[in-house]
T-cell receptor, first 110, second 114 residues
Framework: DGGITQSPKYLFRKEGQNVTLSCEQN?????MYWYRQDPGQGLRLIYY???????QKGDIAEGYSVSREKKESFPLTVTSAQKNPTAFYLC?????????FGPGTRLTVT | SQQGEEDPQALSIQEGENATMNCSYKTSINNLQWYRQNSGRGLVHLIL?????REKHSGRLRVTLDTSKKSSSLLITASRAADTASYFCATEYAGGTSYGKLTFGQGTILTVHP
């Protein structure tokens, strides 16, 4: 069953802790993306990767880090430097113009 | 910011009516896409229109693109309660090394009452 998985669905952390969000795809897509969505807002691009071992900053990369060691995986780390980490995080992949999205992880930091 | 704007922000209609959502953007684009998001879920791709196309249809969806006005509209005909969702336009910027990178609008929340 092909698709994109994100885990966990809900994540709770204390302020000051780093947290890593998982994103895995078995669609054999080259490109992968991380977005942040705040209530009532559109998606904002955090990081994207067009090929293994390469990634670029998006519009709001500060306080986040990523790695792309395998084609299937693109984990996102939310560091303690991110001022407002509480949000809904969406991962996507693409092989052409259309992006395929995972179900999202809702991160709450208190 | 290249981010587009959508209007209306919210739209409430009765089942069977048509729903029209509009999107404006700021830069030259390769294509414009529409996505749907059910509450608390990921986005689902609906339709893509390229910069050299003016109109495209897919089932009950009709998309138009006016590159001179930098605007697009999404029409959903004969709406159903199951169409209730948020709808986002996304543009792929034409230029540089931004291939595949999308800029999303703020979205329109559509509610279809049975």
């Amino acid at each position: 069953d092909g698709g994109i998985t994100q885990s966990p669905k809900y994540l709770f952390r204390k302020e000051g802790q780093n947290v890593t969000l998982s994103c895995e795809q078995n669609l054999n897509h080259d490109a992968m993306y991380w977005y942040r969505q705040d209530p009532g807002q559109g998606l904002r691009l955090i990081y994207y990767s067009q090929i293994v071992n390469d990634f670029q900053k998006g519009d709001i990369a500060e306080g986040y880090s990523v790695s792309r060691e395998k084609k299937e995986s693109f984990p996102l780390t939310v560091t303690s430097a991110q001022k407002n980490p509480t949000a809904f995080y969406l991962c996507a992949s693409s092989i052409g113009n259309e992006q395929y999205f995972g179900p999202g992880t809702r991160l709450t930091v208190t | 910011s290249q981010q587009g704007e959508e209007d209306p922000q919210a739209l409430s209609i009765q089942e069977g009516e048509n729903a029209t959502m509009n999107c404006s953007y700021k830069t030259s684009i390769n294509n414009l896409q529409w996505y749907r998001q059910n509450s608390g879920r990921g986005l689902v791709h609906l339709i893509l229109i390229r910069s050299n196309e003016r109109e495209k249809h897919s089932g009950r969806l009709r998309v138009t693109l006016d590159t001179s006005k930098k605007s697009s509209s999404l029409l959903i005909t004969a709406s159903r309660a199951a169409d209730t969702a948020s709808y986002f336009c996304a543009t792929e910027y034409a230029g540089g090394t931004s291939y595949g990178k999308l800029t999303f609008g703020q979205g329109t929340i559509l509610t279809v009452h049975p």
